[in-house]
């Protein structure tokens, strides 16, 4: 949190699950909506292959992010 992703800079776990969606085109939960903030969740109820393929476009894109 708090880091620059693609022009953004998501200060809460609510921004950065917006981001993640729009620009990784995965969906996940932040922790706000489970009294956990500063958290994702991640559903694991697809397949092996899609899992692997959705944290991958996450890893990716997390990686781009400047201090």
Sequence with gaps: ???EIR???PAT??????LILDEA???VVPGEAFG????L??????G?????????RIQKLLGEAKA
């Excluded at 956990?36 to 958290?39: A, D, I, L, Q, S």
């Excluded at 092996?48 to 393929?53: K, T």
């Design 48 to 56: 092996d292959n899609d899992l692997i393929e959705g944290v991958s």
């Design 1 to 3: 949190l708090g880091k």
């Design 36 to 39: 956990t903030p500063g958290y």
């Design 7 to 9: 022009g953004k800079r």
């Design 25 to 27: 085109e995965v969906a």
């Design 41 to 46: 969740r991640l559903s694991y109820a697809l």
């Design 13 to 18: 776990t609510v921004e950065l699950a917006a």
